[in-house]
């Protein structure tokens, strides 16, 4: 493909970062492993075919042959093809490419003439499948020493491991680059600005392909400026053609509204897509190698849902937009059916914004095994360490300014509690300062310069605190933001006031946009002229997780009464709908219907009437829904078969509407909620 020899072209002079990586490989190709095949796996792009050529280019351990399944594979001959052209080349002048024992018994004394082992590359082996019979039991009829390193899309399986190799094969996931392999990937192609760097990272979130791509499109015509906007949309579309490449439609559709998600499962797909999900799609998609494996669901790698975000909000920006309100519907549904959950889902429903900023800066990276601990003395050097590392890192033009780095430890003396700890694997990877503003910290902070137009400006507040020091692993950066903004969401619940003061200047909007408000009397400077600018929440009155959950409504048609609708009332309205055809003679019904909705009784009606007028009322208000487009016509004729005619049993109207049973009872409970929403109108 293009692509790909595009990226193999500049492999040796442009090839950053995988040290790791490539230490195992040279220690396998040794025979310094415990198993004799290696399998390495990673999404479209991630640089498995650079990693071979890289390792093959500067490795002397073994005696080589790269076989290609980017090349035609559908017998085995085409693999004895592969390895005859380069034993000829290496002087094997006098081979038959089609004796399958001669090729092997040159391959061994070959490698017996030069004292080494046999090394096979396999490379793109998803196209290997042909073969997948033959190849096992070829390899085993090698030598036993031979060493394998195969590289594809996904874990094997399949046949691969029914063939009795499993015990033998090591697997090795390639992970995206890190923020320091970009940064110094940028500066080898001559990238130089903070915001072109910026860029390569925050649109490729080290992801090889996409880095070299975009690295080539600022570099076009000697532009080193970041990308307009129609240069990214021309990247998002060859980058989703590579991503899409073999996937059939129902699991492109699948993929497409995991991405709307932060976190997706079965049942929320089905949720926003309207439509039961075939499991063997929802199978094939969640084995793609791009999609990450949790404890509670699944979750697409930043890049690839970056990407297929934009990709869809540009062809199809309608359909986005209804898929994220229903996203926001359905995480709301699963609130309010559990409330325990409200904290935990805080961040799925953050992830909904409509506002493509908070989206990107707040949803970054996975990371596993953490622990949240206090601060104590002997950790005081390594987060002063951590603050400085990642705001140079962040704010290269504060590279020589030592910002507020000096009050870390006379605030810890003041009081300990004033820091959190983030750790992985026992290594302090992260911290945080949630500070009190009580009178002994005044005093301490009233020798900084920076924090002077603060504290005199400011009139103390109880339970008030100010959030101003952070720091993060600059390598696991991207990984790490989420979980610190999780951590510092569960902090805010304690507080009753906060000002987040800040130079990291990609945050002076996200802060607004997540509910805080812009306090510029507060703004300082340090002696090296670093900005610091001041951003107030005030939880006096709301708690931040409601005050967060009415900002992502506030520009949503709708929505707001949607979220007040709760399942007590739901449950209610199903009751009486359960009871339609007896509100004639039945004044209780009606009684309970007044309750519930007063306002529907716009005129006297005698108690003889009530119940022919309320069911009136419900059949006017179940037409409008039928009369009016999808999905209101459907949730409108389920309302009408299953209560208003009573049509039973239910899997007649499952069968009558064309839905699985358990489509069937999902619409049905949307179509209550609907409907109360509309009778619950004023």
């Known amino acids: 493909m293009q692509i790909q020899a595009k990226l193999y072209g500049v492999v040796r002079k442009f090839f ?180 072109t760097k910026s860029q390569l990272f925050q649109f490729s979130r080290g992801i090889p392909l996409a880095m070299t791509l975009v690295a080539e499109m600022m570099l076009k015509g000697n532009h080193n400026k970041p990308l307009a906007r129609v240069e990214q949309n021309q990247l998002i579309s060859v980058l989703m053609e590579e991503l899409f490449d073999g996937l059939q439609a129902p699991v492109r559709r699948l993929l497409e509204a995991a991405s709307v998600f932060w976190r997706f499962n079965e049942e929320r797909l089905a949720s926003i897509l309207n439509e039961e999900i075939d499991y063997e799609s929802f199978r094939n998609l969640i084995k793609m190698p791009f999609i990450i494996l949790k404890e509670d669901g699944w979750m697409l790698h930043d890049a690839v849902r970056s990407w297929a975000l934009e990709d869809m909000m540009l062809r199809k920006p309608q359909t986005y937009e209804q898929m994220r309100r ?196 507060s703004n300082g400077t340090t002696k090296s002229g670093t900005e610091y600018r001041g951003f107030i929440l005030d939880l006096t009155k709301e708690d931040y997780l409601s005050k967060l959950d009415r900002l992502l409504s506030k520009n949503s048609i709708g929505e707001a009464l949607t979220e007040s609708i709760s399942t007590n009332d739901v449950n209610e309205l199903k009751t009486l709908m359960k009871g339609f055809s007896k509100f004639p003679g039945n004044p209780e019904l009606s009684e309970h219907y007044i309750r519930i909705f007063p306002h529907r009784i716009t005129f006297d009606v005698s108690i003889d009437n009530l119940g022919n007028f309320i069911q009136k009322d419900i059949v006017d208000v179940v037409d409008q829904l039928i009369a009016g487009e999808d999905p209101d016509a459907i949730l409108g004729k389920l309302l009408k078969y299953a209560f208003i005619q009573g049509i039973r049993p239910h899997e007649v109207v499952a069968k009558k509407t064309n839905l699985s049973l358990s489509t069937y009872y999902r619409y049905l409970n949307k179509a209550l909620e609907r409907l109360y929403q509309i009778l619950a109108q004023k």
Not at 67 to 95: C, F, H, M, N, P
Not at 339 to 365: A, W, Y
């Open 326 to 521: 229903n996203a926001l519907k359905q995480i709301r549904l699963e609130e309010r059916s559990n409330p325990l959950l409200r904290q935990k889902l805080h961040l799925d429903k953050m992830s909904l914004h409509e506002n493509p900023l908070v989206r990107n800066i707040c949803f970054t990276g996975h990371l596993d095994n953490v622990e949240v601990r206090g601060c104590d003395e002997c950790d005081l050097p390594v987060i002063q360490s951590l603050y400085l590392r990642y705001h140079h890192f962040v704010l290269p033009e504060a590279a020589e300014d030592l910002l507020m780095v000096r009050l870390i430890r006379p605030i810890w003396e003041v009081d300990p509690s004033s820091f959190i700890t983030i750790w992985q694997e026992n290594e302090l990877v992260a911290f945080f300062g949630k500070i009190p503003l009580h009178a002994e910290m005044l005093k301490m902070l009233e020798t900084d310069p920076a924090l002077q137009p603060f504290l005199n400006g400011w009139k103390p507040i109880p339970n008030a605190y100010l959030v101003c020091f952070v720091g993060l692993e600059p390598e696991l950066a991207a990984k790490t933001q989420t979980y610190i903004i999780n951590t510092l969401i569960n902090h805010f619940s304690f507080s009753e006031w906060l000002l987040d003061f800040t130079c990291l200047k990609e945050w002076f909007p996200v802060l607004e946009l997540c509910g805080f408000e812009a306090a510029p009397w």
């Open 16 to 195: 950053v970062g995988r040290e790791q990586e490539l230490e195992i490989l040279r220690k396998h190709a040794a025979g310094h492993s415990d198993c004799q095949w290696l399998h390495i796996y990673g999404q479209s792009g991630i640089g498995k075919s650079t990693l071979l050529q890289q390792f093959m280019a500067e490795s002397e351990v073994g005696d080589f042959y790269f076989l290609d399944g980017s090349k035609t594979i559908r017998a085995k001959e085409d693999v004895l093809v592969q390895l005859a052209t380069q034993l000829r080349s290496a002087g094997e002048w006098d081979l038959n490419e089609h004796n399958q024992q001669e090729i092997v018994d040159r391959m061994i004394r070959r490698a017996d003439l030069k004292g080494s082992h046999i090394v096979l590359l396999l490379d793109t082996f998803e196209n290997w499948r042909s073969i997948e019979e033959w190849l096992p039991e070829w390899l085993g009829q090698i030598v036993e020493t031979v060493r394998i390193i195969s590289a594809g899309r996904h874990p094997l399986s399949g046949g691969w491991l029914r063939s009795g190799w499993a015990s033998f094969i090591n697997t090795l996931p390639l992970t995206s680059l890190t923020p320091t392999d970009v940064d110094l990937y940028a500066r080898k192609r001559g990238l130089e600005s903070n915001e």
